[in-house]
Every structure is written in C-alpha cells, then in structure tokens.
C-alpha cells in the first residue's frame, strides 16, 4: 500500500460513529456549529514551524489540512 495515497478512515474515529447514531438534527447542528472552536483550540498553540510540517512525506502541512478542513466544514 502506498502511503501517498492513504485515506484516513474516518470510521475508526469515535466522533464518526457519534454522529451517525445521533437521532436528531439538532444534535448534528450543534457538532457543526462547534467545530470551529474545536479546531482552533486543537492548533492555537502550534508554532509557524509546526503549521508547515507535512503530516506526512509528501502529504499535506497542517496548514492547509486545517484551511481544507475550514473550507470543507465552517
């Protein structure tokens, strides 16, 4: 398996499984509605030098994983 080429599974991830059993969409407007903040507080603390490091050889910097996620989410 090429690991350019990896795609997270995001079906392992416990916030996944939350939000498809959740019963109502008020609940899932919610987990829209803090997922900028959660975001920011997972990176507010990084250092310009952490921002630009690739998640892995050749992927993506956090930086723009964290515009992707922006543009893709907020």
């Given at each position: 398996?090429?690991?350019?080429?990896?795609?997270?599974?995001?079906?392992?991830?416990?916030l996944?499984?939350?939000i498809?059993?959740?019963?109502?969409k008020?609940?899932?407007?919610?987990?829209?509605?803090?997922?900028?903040?959660?975001?920011?507080?997972?990176?507010?603390?990084?250092?310009?030098?952490?921002?630009?490091?690739?998640?892995r050889?050749?992927?993506?910097?956090?930086r723009?994983?964290?515009?992707?996620?922006?543009?893709?989410?907020?």
């Open positions: 398996e090429d690991p350019k080429w990896k795609i997270y599974d995001i079906r392992s991830d416990h996944y499984y939350h498809i059993s959740m019963k109502n008020k609940e899932f407007i919610q987990v829209l509605k803090e997922f900028p903040n959660v975001l920011h507080q997972a990176v507010k603390d990084l250092t310009p030098e952490q921002f630009n490091t690739p998640y050889d050749g992927g993506w910097t956090v723009q994983v964290v515009h992707h996620l922006a543009d893709a989410n907020i």
